[in-house]
């Protein structure tokens, strides 16, 4: 593994040793007098280019020096020329570690990539800041942000080496690259190889979470990732590879478009679509099989479609069939589908229903007898039998579900019935389930999914929504249901 390879953040931090008397010939103009230029660049070399295999306190010669000065002109983009001009000298003062920012996406000096589409990660060492459940999934979710761009899959070992060993490590840890204590360099990852090629360490003396507080170990392992697939830093503030940390919502996250560029030029782009998704764990065997269809291609626009599920997250509209899920904002712009375990765990695949709750920021999605919450931004990914709502036992999975508003209470439906569940009191409310065609004139018997959207209810039924107007008690509107995909 070379040791330029590797990708931090160490803060540029200055070290007083007196070297070589050669310097003067180490710089481009012979006018330069600069020796502090040439000690901070003495320092940066040996801090950056040094080959930590070997012991450190040995003389450092004038060619080595220059040697590292060439290989680091290398790495950074700048002229080879193994002399200490002002580009080198700008970019050594850079408050970040060797790298560089000229473009937007970078990759690593003879862009080293994996040979093979099936890259194996194991978590050798978990955190203990964290539920290892959830850092299985933090983990999962940071490496199907990057399979779903390009034909990359990503297979977990629990034991032996595999290509990424994912582990949480505090100051020295036997790399050369010691961690620096909360804050700071958050973690690095080695580029693609053998080895430590891959390896991705996360500093444990931070704080990791799932949620915004903390670091969030899905935004760092996605951008910690982003190296041992091979990308460099990014100049693109939008982008995961830039340098500095910024919170990324795991639910909902699409890798940003400069990343994608960045990981297709290396491995071309995704030609099918990645592996099945699982059933969750926790799911009995035995599920009642949908009907048999064709498979599904969200790319046509299918003018009879409909959805499992729609609800209203954040200022998004989510639609969800099957594997897809469509990303609406407000205002309708394109609306491209893509895979839910692109912005969820796989095994929101298949959803039943889904309702968003504002006021509190819940939103709750349902997937046979079981249901998953989420709470702000983060998901609390233990599944809970749906019974929680006050269902029967018989009853096995919901069809659709909306939360309305005004009243507080979160509609369901199963087969032809409806159910009135009070959020406040949790409890469903007296006198339900209702027959829906006789609670809501001009529906029909049976909906796919519901939303609330502006202060109408919408219900999703095959190729038809029907805005119901709760004022009127009757159906004010009927369209395609294609058209809420801009179809
Ligand atoms: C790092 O520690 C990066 C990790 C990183 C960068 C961007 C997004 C997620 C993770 C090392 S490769 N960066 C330092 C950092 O952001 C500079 N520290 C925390 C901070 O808040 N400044
Ligand atoms: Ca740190
Ligand atoms: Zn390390
Ligand atoms: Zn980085």
């Not at 940066?44 to 004038?62: F, R, V």
């Not at 996406?105 to 955190?127: C, D, L, M, N």
Request: glycine share 6%; with cysteine; aromatic share 12%.
């Amino acid at each position: 593994m070379e040791v330029d390879h590797i990708v931090c953040s160490l803060m540029f931090f200055v070290i007083s040793i007196v070297h070589s008397s050669a310097a003067p010939a180490l710089f481009a103009g012979q006018r330069t007098e600069n020796w502090k230029n040439f000690y901070m660049a003495q320092e940066y070399l040996d801090k950056y280019y040094e080959d930590h295999t070997q012991p450190i306190g040995m003389l450092t010669s004038t060619d080595s020096m220059s040697t590292k000065l060439r290989k680091m002109q290398a790495f950074l983009g700048l002229q080879a020329s193994g002399k200490l001009d002002s580009a080198t000298i700008q970019a050594m003062k850079q408050p970040r570690c060797g790298v560089p920012d000229v473009a937007r996406y970078r990759h690593f000096p003879g862009k080293p990539k994996w040979e093979q589409s099936a890259v194996t990660y194991r978590i050798k060492k978990y955190t203990s800041s964290m539920h290892r459940a959830d850092v299985d999934t933090a983990i999962d979710l940071a490496l199907k942000a990057w399979s779903e761009a390009a034909p990359l899959n990503f297979a977990k070992m629990t034991s032996g080496e595999a290509d990424i060993m994912v582990s949480f490590e505090v100051r020295d840890h036997g790399d050369s690259y010691p961690f620096d204590g909360p804050r700071g360099t958050l973690a690095h990852a080695f580029a693609p190889g053998e080895g430590l090629g891959g390896d991705t360490h996360f500093d444990d003396e931070e704080r990791w979470t799932m949620g915004i507080n903390g670091f969030n170990l899905f935004t760092v392992a996605a951008h910690e990732f982003g190296h041992a697939l091979g990308l460099g830093h990014s100049t693109d503030p939008t982008s995961l590879m830039y340098p500095t940390y910024k919170y990324q919502n795991p639910i909902g996250y699409r890798l940003p478009q400069d990343d994608v560029k960045g990981i297709q030029s290396l491995y071309g782009p995704r030609k099918q679509a990645p592996e099945k998704p699982q059933f969750p764990p926790q799911q009995p065997p035995q599920q009642p099989p949908k009907q048999p269809s064709p498979p599904f291609n969200p790319t046509i626009c299918d003018p009879n479609i409909s959805f499992d599920a729609v609800t209203v997250l954040g200022k998004e509209l989510l639609f969800f069939k099957e594997r897809y899920v469509w990303h609406r904002q407000t205002q309708l712009t394109s609306v491209k589908p893509n895979f839910i375990s692109s912005s969820f765990p796989h095994l929101m695949a298949n959803v039943d229903a889904a309702y968003n709750v504002p006021d509190t920021g819940n939103a709750y999605f349902f997937k046979g007898p079981y249901y998953w919450k989420t709470t702000g931004n983060q998901i609390l990914w233990q599944s809970h039998p749906i019974s929680d709502f006050g269902f029967d036992s018989n009853i096995h999975q919901v069809d659709a579900a909306v939360y309305m508003k005004e009243t507080g209470t979160t509609l369901f439906f199963v087969g032809n019935l409806c159910y009135s569940y009070n959020e406040e009191k949790q409890k469903m409310e007296k006198g339900y389930p209702k027959k829906t065609d006789e609670e809501f004139a001009g529906i029909p018997s049976k909906v796919d999914a519901a939303a609330e959207v502006n202060g109408s209810l919408y219900f999703f039924s095959g190729s038809k929504v029907y805005k119901y107007d709760n004022e009127a008690e009757d159906v004010v509107s009927v369209t395609k249901t294609s058209s809420w995909i801009g179809c």
